[in-house]
C-alpha cells in the first residue's frame, strides 16, 4: 500500500537543485550518485568552473524530490537526464566531458557509449550486479509497493535529506533495485563501445575496490584511459575531506583532452 503524500513530499530536498555555471568552450555535465542529489557534486563543480569549464550539475531522474519518485523510474530515465543535459550544454560549449560519482559513473559509461561526448570520467563506480535472489526479492517486494528503508531517520529540519552534510534520501523503494541491476548490465555491454578518453577513480577502502574498477578498466574501448588509486577516502569522494587531490587530477585529465582536441 502506498504511503500517504506529506507536504513535504511535495517540494524538493533542500539543497537537490540542479546548476549551471557558465565559463569556457569546454563544459563538464555532472552526474550524481544513487539517492543524492546535484548537491553531492557542487564542489567539484566549482573547482571546474574556477578552472575555466561551463558546468552543468543535474538532477537524475527520481532523485532531490521524495523516494516516491524512484517508484516510477527506470534506469533508461537517467540517460535521458543526461541527453537533456548534453541539449543544453550542445548550445553553449564545443565538447562535453561527463564525470559521475557512484551510479553517476554508470550512467556516464553507458552514455558516453551513445552519445559524442569528449571524454568520461567515472568515480568510485561499481561493477559487479546484484545477485538474481536480490533482484528477484525487490520485483516482488517492489510489487507489493513496500519501501526499503535506510539505516539513518528523516533529518530534524531536512525531512527527506539523510544528514546535514550528505545529500541523499533516507529511504528507497525496494523495485528500484531492478532498476539499478538494468543499468549495470546496460553499462557492460556498453564499456567495450566506449570510444572517448576515459578516467576511473576508486578508493581502495571503497565497496568493491579493486575487483570494480579493474574489471571496468579491462572492458572499456577507450584508446586512451586512465586509473587512479587513492587511499582512505570515503565512497563519495567528491565530498571526502581530501577531495582536492581528485578535483586535480580530474583536471589533469581535462587538460590532455584539450590538447588533443
Not at 550542445?90 to 561527463?98: E, F, N
Not at 576515459?198 to 586512451?224: C, F, K, N, P
Request: charged share 20%; with cysteine.
Amino acid at each position: 500500500m502506498d504511503e500517504q503524500i506529506s507536504q513535504k513530499d511535495l517540494f524538493t530536498v533542500p539543497g537537490a537543485e540542479p546548476s549551471l555555471l557558465r565559463a569556457g568552450p569546454v563544459s563538464c555535465l555532472l552526474l550524481h550518485g544513487f539517492t543524492s542529489n546535484p548537491e553531492e557534486m557542487q564542489f567539484l563543480a566549482a573547482d571546474l568552473h574556477g578552472r575555466g569549464y561551463t558546468v552543468l550539475n543535474v538532477r537524475l531522474a527520481g532523485h532531490g524530490t521524495t523516494p516516491r519518485d524512484l517508484r516510477r523510474t527506470h534506469w533508461s530515465d537517467w540517460l535521458l537526464s543526461v541527453e537533456d543535459g548534453l541539449d543544453l550544454l550542445g548550445g553553449l560549449s564545443r565538447q562535453t566531458v561527463l564525470i559521475g560519482q557512484s551510479m553517476g559513473g554508470m550512467v556516464a559509461l553507458t552514455a558516453a557509449a551513445q552519445f559524442p561526448v569528449a571524454g568520461v570520467v567515472a568515480l568510485s563506480t561499481p561493477y559487479f550486479g546484484f545477485p538474481p535472489v536480490q533482484v528477484l526479492l525487490a520485483r516482488l517486494i517492489g510489487a507489493l509497493g513496500m519501501t526499503a528503508h535506510k539505516q539513518v531517520k528523516e533529518h530534524p529540519e531536512l525531512g527527506q535529506r539523510r544528514e546535514a552534510d550528505y545529500p541523499a534520501y533516507t529511504r528507497y523503494p525496494a523495485r528500484i533495485i531492478v532498476e539499478l541491476a538494468r543499468l549495470q548490465k546496460a553499462m557492460h555491454l556498453s564499456l567495450p563501445k566506449v570510444q572517448a578518453p576515459a578516467l576511473l577513480v576508486q578508493s581502495h577502502q571503497d565497496m568493491g575496490g579493486m575487483d570494480d574498477l579493474e574489471r571496468i578498466y579491462a572492458l572499456l574501448g577507450s584508446a586512451a584511459k586512465e586509473k587512479i588509486w587513492l587511499d582512505g577516502f570515503d565512497h563519495s569522494i567528491v565530498r571526502d575531506e581530501k577531495r582536492q587531490v581528485v578535483f586535480d587530477a580530474i583536471g589533469e585529465f581535462l587538460k590532455k583532452i584539450e590538447v588533443k582536441k
